[in-house]
């Protein structure tokens, strides 16, 4: 046996269970095609809105979510602790949307059940506090003050670190090229080599469906994001202090948007998608003009002091499934192998509770979390 576990794929959330694994004493080995904090997947483009209120804004399961949103904000500080990095800037972070409708209202919903910290912006009140923002009428800001903005490619690599600082073994650019059960162990073959481990973990984005093979190839769909900045008339108007992270719907355009990290553009992007994508070996870099049409309309109707021409544009992907909640747990079919996977865009935000979530699956059989509709068996 070459260790207990094994982690496919040492991303947003391989990095985060190794850390956890290690951390908890199991002997883990990790399996990374590229290099550690690549940008190559749903990790990059130098920052990821975290919140607490609420998760999935178009659906009923947001109060599902908030438990393992509070406890992932305790673990981002744990992390910051072990290492001295700082990845989790906490300035706030707005929704923005009609009350009445299901995005703010479920908002909303999950801070009355969990009696969250907040606060509610409408008409004057709102154009005072946030002046960046061109309000709707009838529209509102909920302000979530546990809210603020992650550092992704430097939470990567920082969990990473730490997980090899606790006895881990990270193999980098290495492709895994077959996943089979042979009694009570898992053969692992990767650039050609055989591992032995006891456990597996499958958290390869949109790579994850070719290890998959009991479950629909459909299920888990690689998809293009696309992420655009802008520059500012006033930047100053921009800087954490005075602009929080949002999310907001209007006139049916989903979008949001984070404060200027660098001090010269600002990144508003759609939550919206750029298409599905073949083969996630081979990914069209670009964004046409016309695709930009959507966003740049939002920017120059609700961000008046933007100049709504992009000049930065960038693509990553994601793994998609058909139901957009991601999956975690065994896979049916296949012993001793666990997939927390399918993140569908959302989940970067509670990648350490979800690393948690996985060690306690792995070593316990068992997690304090509500995730049964999480199950890969539902597909």
């Known amino acids: 046996m070459d260790a207990d576990v094994a982690v496919i794929g040492v991303g947003t959330m391989g990095s985060m269970v190794m850390w956890q694994l290690a951390k908890r004493g199991?002997?883990?080995?990790?399996?990374?095609?590229?290099?550690?904090?690549?940008?190559?997947?749903?990790?990059?483009?130098?920052?990821?809105?975290?919140?607490?209120?609420?998760?999935?804004?178009?659906?009923?399961?947001?109060?599902?979510?908030?438990?393992?949103?509070?406890?992932?904000?305790?673990?981002?500080?744990?992390?910051?602790?072990?290492?001295?990095?700082?990845?989790?800037?906490?300035?706030?972070?707005?929704?923005?949307?009609?009350?009445?409708?299901?995005?703010?209202?479920?908002?909303?919903?999950?801070?009355?059940?969990?009696?969250?910290?907040?606060?509610?912006?409408?008409?004057?009140?709102?154009?005072?506090?946030?002046?960046?923002?061109?309000?709707?009428?009838?529209?509102?800001?909920?302000?979530?003050?546990?809210?603020?903005?992650?550092?992704?490619?430097?939470?990567?690599?920082?969990?990473?670190?730490?997980?090899?600082?606790?006895?881990?073994?990270?193999?980098?650019?290495?492709?895994?090229?077959?996943?089979?059960?042979?009694?009570?162990?898992?053969?692992?073959?990767?650039?050609?080599?055989?591992?032995?481990?006891?456990?597996v973990v499958i958290s390869a984005g949109p790579w994850t469906g070719k290890f998959l093979p009991n479950v629909k190839k459909s299920v888990i769909t690689p998809k293009k994001i696309g992420m655009t900045w802008y520059p500012s008339k006033n930047i100053s108007l921009f800087k954490p202090d005075r602009f929080p992270g949002f999310m907001r719907i209007s006139n049916g355009i989903n979008f949001f948007g984070v404060p200027t990290l660098e001090g010269s553009m600002v990144k508003v992007a759609l939550n919206t998608l750029y298409?599905?994508?073949?083969?996630?070996?081979?990914?069209?870099?670009?964004?046409?003009?016309?695709?930009?049409?959507?966003?740049?309309?939002?920017?120059?109707?609700?961000?008046?002091?933007?100049?709504?021409?992009?000049?930065r544009v960038s693509v990553h992907m994601d793994g998609y499934t058909d139901d957009n909640d991601s999956m975690v747990g065994e896979v049916p079919g296949m012993k001793n192998v666990f997939v927390i996977s399918g993140f569908s865009g959302g989940g970067f935000k509670m990648a350490p509770a979800m690393g948690k979530i996985g060690a306690d699956l792995i070593i316990d059989g068992k997690t304090n979390h509500n995730i049964e509709h999480l199950s890969p068996a539902r597909f």
């Open 26 to 199: 199991a002997s883990v080995i990790g399996f990374e095609q590229f290099g550690i904090g690549h940008d190559r997947s749903a990790a990059g483009g130098e920052s990821r809105l975290f919140r607490t209120a609420g998760y999935a804004p178009l659906k009923n399961t947001n109060s599902l979510f908030v438990p393992i949103l509070l406890e992932s904000y305790n673990l981002w500080r744990e992390l910051e602790k072990e290492t001295g990095e700082d990845l989790l800037t906490i300035n706030g972070g707005l929704m923005i949307g009609n009350p009445n409708e299901d995005f703010v209202g479920n908002i909303l919903t999950a801070i009355n059940e969990f009696q969250l910290d907040h606060k509610i912006f409408e008409g004057e009140s709102a154009k005072r506090r946030f002046p960046q923002h061109r309000l709707l009428d009838g529209e509102v800001m909920v302000l979530d003050k546990l809210a603020g903005y992650i550092r992704p490619e430097l939470s990567v690599v920082t969990a990473s670190r730490r997980a090899e600082e606790l006895g881990a073994v990270i193999h980098r650019n290495t492709c895994v090229e077959e996943i089979e059960q042979e009694n009570e162990r898992v053969r692992i073959k990767a650039n050609g080599k055989n591992y032995y481990v006891s456990k």
């Open 275 to 311: 298409g599905d994508i073949e083969d996630p070996d081979h990914v069209d870099k670009n964004i046409r003009m016309d695709e930009l049409e959507t966003i740049n309309s939002a920017v120059k109707s609700f961000l008046p002091d933007l100049i709504p021409e992009p000049i």
